[in-house]
């Protein structure tokens, strides 16, 4: 399991720094007066440079009932310190799910800089649908309508929210009372709350009170606070606060913040195993995968000319990516950790990536297959403490010999792979009768996802170059190339395929095209290119021409916007971990055929670095040829700031050679030095 860095355990018992309000106290009667001294203390503009406002303090009481219900007071207050910080305090959204929560305002005033306060009627507020884009469900948000604010002045905001907040958890039972809101995993509590904000902090409080039979958990990650854990009239409460912090400053291409900001995360579940026991038990109690004789005979179709498991598997598993259209329709208390039951999906023909996972399980089981669902958190990392942090769910195929493979058939429309390696160095729990611990995926060779960029091209003395590039990909460079024609019109693929090229120099003429279907994932994806590229070689006052040779410049990875070419290279030393899509061997040679009797001037020496980010480069003159090789490999994912530095000098190093140019004097074979 990941070790855990910067991490402050906070399970301890007894006070730390301060003593605990009583256990039932839930206090926001605060006096105007009281409000506009603590906004005065958390100072100006002046205090905080380059910030639009200031949180003068976030505290949060949480109570929560024997059943795992909980209801939160949030009390804010935040002056603005700009006429930006003001136009974004003038509204403010409280988002939510009515099968999942419900939240309301008791209180919004507005505590101006001359002294003055107003009030917001909490009558005002509004509620209104969420806009959404392929999963239809019920979110809603709140609009409370502050209204027009000046810089310096303060808005003090107190809400109540009630039940849980879980992308893909709408299990609601219609109970007209808050017991609707008992998280689904009955009598247990979690919470994530984010130590971190847009704007500096002085104050952030977080206070749970909890009946003494509940086997709380919690732990701080990234950061430091001071902690009280005490009993009080008969109940456990903890309380973490943290004081003065700034915003986190962003690095390009870094991990989500939500890996690396400090973050507090509690929970009462016993450990992983319990989790993933309870997640399957879930499954198998509402029959979510019953093999109807719909689902036997179409898994038979599927498979019937096939005679390996693997291949089996994957057909099964492409069929879902491709035949399930990805869209969440909102079907009330079908929804969350109970998938739909795989019949419903295959007849509507769609949804999200439960179901994806779902119909997957019961066609491998038609087949013969065990298979069962597994959670995991794409795009983030799930830490070791078992609290609900995941967003995706997947298919956990059985092997006869007890291993298991993970399947992903919302990620893998258009890819030859069967669990996509965009999601290595990532959490899973599968939800298997005996229970799992929390699994890491691991690194997917870089040499499982191959571009290979060849070009056969001749110059001609008015420096016009002919030739063809054939590419070939494999893996998730593969993926990335087919993803340039799917989902368009056939009869725009020409244009995709002058891409390829046009992108280094639209001067270039395509003439002549022999790709693979990029619909056809029975093989890796190759395409051959036939072009000609008038004035490629800039003609020089003394006769002379000057180039930088065409793969050296990597004209499909400039198709592909490819993070070998578009990855910021600052700063230099990093704070955070940087990610990519997926690790990748990136080969690029061409053989130019010069003009007779051409000399070469400003050959680069040849590259050799090692280490996260490798790179093998030589450039030389063979007979009547240039002859270049480059190869480029991204050993991972995620590159820790200590491997930072050796995947930048490789990045750099092949930016580098792709803006070297070459002088070609006529006169004499052969070539010069740099």
Same mark, same amino acid.
Not at 1 to 12: E, G, K, Q, Y
Not at 311 to 331: C, P, S, T
């Given at each position: 399991?990941?070790?855990?860095?910067?991490?402050?355990?906070?399970?301890?018992a007894g006070a730390f720094v301060f003593a605990v309000a009583s256990a039932g106290a839930q206090d926001w009667s605060v006096t105007a007066e009281a409000l506009r001294a603590a906004a005065a203390s958390a100072g100006g503009a002046a205090a905080h440079p380059g910030a639009d406002a200031v949180v003068v303090f976030d505290r949060r009481d949480v109570e929560v009932e024997a059943s795992g219900l909980s209801r939160t007071v949030r009390h804010t207050l935040t002056r603005a310190l700009t006429r930006a910080g003001a136009r974004a305090l003038a509204v403010d959204l409280l988002p939510y799910d009515p099968l999942s929560a419900d939240v309301v305002v008791l209180r919004c005033r507005v505590i101006a800089a001359d002294g003055t306060v107003r009030e917001v009627d909490p009558k005002d507020v509004a509620d209104a649908p969420d806009p959404q884009n392929l999963i239809f469900w019920n979110a809603r948000h709140k609009t409370v309508p502050?209204?027009?604010? @000046?810089?310096?002045?303060?808005?003090?905001?107190?809400?109540?929210?009630?039940?849980?907040?879980?992308?893909?958890?709408?299990?609601?039972?219609?109970?007209?009372?808050?017991?609707?809101?008992?998280?689904?995993?009955?009598?247990?509590?979690?919470?994530?709350?984010?130590?971190?904000?847009?704007?500096?902090?002085?104050?952030?409080?977080?206070?749970?009170?909890?009946?003494?039979?509940?086997?709380?958990?919690?732990?701080?990650?990234?950061?430091?606070?001071?902690?009280?854990? =005490?009993?009080?009239?008969?109940?456990?409460?903890? #309380?973490v606060t943290a004081r003065g912090f700034q915003p986190i400053v962003k690095e390009p291409g870094m991990v989500a913040l939500s890996d690396v900001a400090p973050k507090l995360i509690l929970t009462t579940a016993a450990d992983w195993k319990a989790k993933s026991v309870w997640f399957h038990d879930v499954q198998e109690k509402a029959n979510c995968f019953a093999v109807t004789p719909e689902l036997k005979r179409l898994a038979g179709e599927i498979t019937a000319s096939l005679r390996t498991d693997e @291949?089996?598997?994957?057909?099964?598993?492409?069929?879902?990516?491709?035949?399930? =259209?990805?869209?969440?329709?909102?079907?009330g208390a079908g929804e969350g950790y109970?998938?739909?039951?795989?019949?419903?999906?295959? =007849?509507?023909?769609?949804?999200v990536c439960k179901d994806k996972a779902g119909i997957l399980v019961a066609l491998l089981r038609a087949a013969g297959f065990e298979s069962y669902p597994a959670m995991t958190m794409a795009g983030e990392r799930i830490e070791a403490i078992a609290a609900d942090q995941f967003n995706h769910c997947v298919t956990v195929w059985r092997k006869p010999d007890g291993t298991t493979a993970l399947l992903d058939p919302t990620w893998v429309p258009g890819v030859r792979e069967l669990w996509s390696s965009r999601e290595q160095q990532q959490e899973v729990l599968m939800g298997l009768p005996e229970g799992a611990d929390l699994l890491t995926t691991p690194v997917s060779p870089p040499e499982n996802h191959p571009l290979e960029v060849t070009i056969r091209s001749a110059l001609a003395p008015d420096g016009t170059l002919t030739g063809t590039m054939k590419v070939v990909g494999d893996g998730q460079s593969d993926a990335a190339l087919r993803r340039l024609y799917r989902g368009r019109l056939r009869c725009d693929w020409p244009a995709v395929d002058d891409a390829m090229l046009s992108g280094t120099d639209p001067r270039v003429e395509v003439l002549k095209v022999a790709r693979l279907d990029p619909d056809d994932l029975t093989r890796p994806f190759t395409i051959e290119i036939a072009f000609r590229i008038p004035g490629y070689a800039l003609r020089l006052d003394d006769g002379s021409l000057l180039l930088t040779p065409l793969a050296a410049r990597d004209p499909v990875g400039q198709a592909l916007h490819a993070e070998e070419l578009t990855l910021g290279l600052d700063p230099a030393a990093r704070r955070y971990p940087v990610r990519i899509g997926c690790s990748k061997l990136v080969t690029l040679r061409e053989r130019m055929t010069l003009p007779p009797g051409a000399t070469v001037k400003g050959?680069?020496?040849?590259?050799?670095?090692?280490?996260?980010?490798?790179?093998?480069? #030589?450039?030389?003159?063979?007979?009547?040829?240039?002859?270049? @090789?480059?190869?480029?490999?991204?050993?991972?994912?995620?590159?820790?700031?200590?491997?930072w530095p050796s995947l930048r000098a490789a990045l750099a190093a092949f930016r580098s050679l792709a803006n070297t140019p070459l002088a070609l004097a006529t006169g004499g074979r052969g070539k010069e030095g740099a």
């Open positions: 399991m990941r070790r855990i860095h910067r991490a402050v355990v906070l399970m301890l502050v209204g027009r604010l @000046e810089p310096d002045d303060a808005v003090e905001l107190v809400t109540r929210r009630v039940g849980f907040t879980y992308a893909l958890l709408l299990a609601g039972d219609g109970s007209p009372d808050e017991s609707r809101f008992v998280p689904p995993m009955k009598g247990q509590f979690y919470d994530i709350v984010p130590f971190w904000s847009a704007w500096p902090v002085v104050e952030q409080r977080y206070r749970v009170s909890i009946p003494l039979d509940k086997h709380l958990q919690y732990q701080l990650f990234d950061g430091a606070a001071e902690v009280s854990d =005490r009993v009080v009239e008969g109940r456990r409460v903890v #309380t @291949e089996k598997v994957a057909a099964l598993d492409h069929w879902v990516a491709e035949n399930i =259209r990805y869209v969440g329709l909102h079907m109970t998938l739909h039951p795989a019949a419903m999906t295959l =007849r509507d023909r769609g949804g050959l680069p020496a040849a590259v050799a670095l090692t280490g996260s980010g490798r790179l093998t480069a #030589t450039w030389r003159v063979s007979g009547d040829a240039l002859e270049l @090789e480059e190869t480029l490999t991204l050993t991972r994912r995620i590159f820790t700031p200590e491997e």
